[in-house]
């Protein structure tokens, strides 16, 4: 009995002993070798972001998914603030998760927009007609990634700020994927789309397209002048037109549109007010011609080709001034110059004067013409010139000067002096005879002299008579004049019969008849009686 106790003890000692021992190099063996790294529990502190929609109605998510969606700009739907968040980043998003219902599972990865970090990965389920989402982050899969309260505050305001700035922007603001999907919008752009609901708190997808860019915006530049083709609903004083900016951007384009209106009705006044101009200047005699700074031709009338023989398809090349004035050296419609170079040096001096002010002169052409020429400086440096043909006027001018050197002529070969006053009492014309009568040049008088000039004149010449002092009443008086008949007699003796004449406006004729007798000592000038 004894024996059999003994033994079973010897049994258990040895299987503890072995066991320590075990134990023992089990413990020597882990505490030598290369010591590993322990990875964190990472999937029990990330979750991941998955999301379940039936149809466009969120059905759950996950607490990073939520937050996900309380990031995104308010949409109609909890769908409409998905796609805001998923088709910027996944081309053709809307159109492959519409064929969802035809496959059990797609997968889709994020447009390479940045840089040379993993992109994004998209998965969605069919699960009986419910829609399973799931975004996988391969950069933060595994790592346990954690963001401290101050920076995910920091970040979340400045993501509110730009979201703020860019809402209350009344710029329309944009973006276009490669595919041709507007992705995102500015408040403004969705306001003017009209793509809120009634309380517009929401916005449904996909978004409205307001304008039809031309090709060439999709590679930037501009600005390119569009009209708005979808005005908001009910809008009665909107824009119209735009002009649009665009920025090329890594997998799409980002569009600018600011309102133009008011240049467009500036620019069509604009429009407005150069034809008329121009209707104006085709029905005028006159021809005109405007040379801009650089002495360009930028404006001209009908008259100008007709005046100055110059083809309209001449002037519609824009020559310059000099080639113009060539033009017209070759056809002969400037005065006939000596030389070219002197021709050249009065061009010149034309076009200096009419840049500096008001410049004009006379072209009496070979052809018989005779033509006006104005120039008149215009604002930024251009000059306008004025051509008119005096022609007529020139050949009435010279008719009405040879008729009256004709009539000076009669006057001078009548033996009495007369002189004519104007109703204000100036002297208007006198003959030979009245200078030499009183000692006087009529052509450096005329125009100058006046009845009283003239009385004081006469008074010096001839004996005291009360005649002189009638003149002089008369002179001042204003009206009507009567004819009057006086006998004076000069200092040198001679008897003058003097005769006033009313004419016609208020003029009137002073006639001096020297008389005629065969005692009268011959006639001394006035001259050497003034003199005396």
């Known amino acids: 009995m004894r024996t059999a106790w003994l033994e079973a003890a010897m049994i258990a000692l040895t299987s503890v002993g072995a066991a320590l021992v075990g134990l023992l190099l089990t413990w020597i063996a882990v505490g030598r070798g290369p010591r590993r790294k322990l990875t964190p529990a990472a999937r029990e ?3 991941e972001v998955a999301l379940l929609f039936d149809d466009e109605a969120l059905v759950d998510a996950t607490p990073p998914a939520r937050r996900l969606l309380e990031t995104m700009p308010v949409g109609v739907t909890d769908w409409a603030r998905f796609t805001a968040f998923a088709a910027p980043r996944f081309p053709e998003f809307q159109s492959r998760i519409a064929r969802l219902s035809e496959f059990a599972r797609l997968e889709m990865t994020e447009t390479a927009t940045r840089g040379d970090k993993p992109r994004l990965r998209l998965t969605a389920e069919n699960l009986r007609g419910l829609a399973r989402i799931t975004l996988i982050d391969p950069e933060g899969e595994g790592q346990g990634q954690r963001v401290d309260n101050l920076s995910l505050r920091a970040m979340e305001d400045e993501l509110e700020m730009m979201r703020a700035t860019l809402d209350r922007s009344p710029v329309l603001i944009w973006r276009i ?12 752009y969705l306001l003017r789309a009209g793509a809120f609901d009634a309380d517009e708190e929401g916005f449904g997808w996909p978004l409205p397209k307001l304008f039809t860019l031309p090709p060439d915006a999709f590679s930037g530049g501009g600005p390119h002048r569009l009209e708005l083709t979808s005005p908001a609903p009910g809008a009665s004083d909107v824009a119209t037109w735009f002009d649009c900016h665009s920025v090329v951007l890594e997998g799409g384009t980002l569009h600018f549109a600011l309102p133009a209106e008011a240049a467009v009705r500036a620019e069509q006044a604009l429009r407005d007010f150069v034809q008329t101009l121009t209707k104006t200047f085709a029905d005028l005699p006159t021809g005109l011609a405007i040379f801009d ?13 007709d005046l100055l023989q110059l083809g309209p398809e001449f002037l519609a090349t824009r020559p310059t001034l000099y080639a113009f004035l060539d033009r017209l050296r070759e056809t002969k419609m400037v005065p006939e110059p000596k030389d070219y170079r002197s021709w050249r040096q009065e061009m010149t001096e034309l076009e ?5 002010g008001f410049h004009a002169e ?3 052409l070979p052809g018989g013409q005779t ?9 930024d440096g251009a000059v306008a010139f004025l051509f008119e043909d005096i022609s007529s006027e020139a050949s009435l001018t010279r008719q009405f000067r040879g008729e009256i050197e004709m009539s000076q002529e009669i006057l001078d070969r009548i033996g ?9 009492g100036e002297l208007a014309i006198s003959n030979a005879a009245y200078g030499a009568l009183w000692g006087v040049d009529p052509e450096a008088t005329l125009g100058r002299v006046t009845l009283l000039d003239a009385v004081k004149q006469w008074q010096a010449c001839a004996e005291p008579s009360a005649f002189w002092s009638w003149l002089q009443n008369l002179a001042r008086e204003i009206g009507a004049r009567e004819n009057l008949t006086e006998e004076i007699t000069l200092l040198d003796g001679r008897r003058v019969t003097c005769r006033l004449e009313t004419l016609s406006g208020g003029a009137f004729l002073l006639r001096f008849a020297v008389a005629e007798t065969s005692d009268t000592p011959p006639p001394r000038k006035a001259e050497a009686i003034i003199a005396q």
């Open 45 to 47: 502190d990330v979750e």
């Open 177 to 188: 994927e490669k595919n041709g999907e507007l992705t995102w919008a500015n408040r403004a």
């Open 293 to 305: 700074r650089d002495r360009q031709l930028r404006l001209f009338n009908p008259a100008l080709s």
């Open 352 to 356: 200096r004067a009419a840049a500096s």
């Open 362 to 364: 006379t072209w009496n």
């Open 371 to 379: 033509y006006r020429v104005t120039g008149r400086p215009h604002p």
């Open 416 to 424: 009495d002096a007369i002189a004519v006053f104007r109703p204000s």
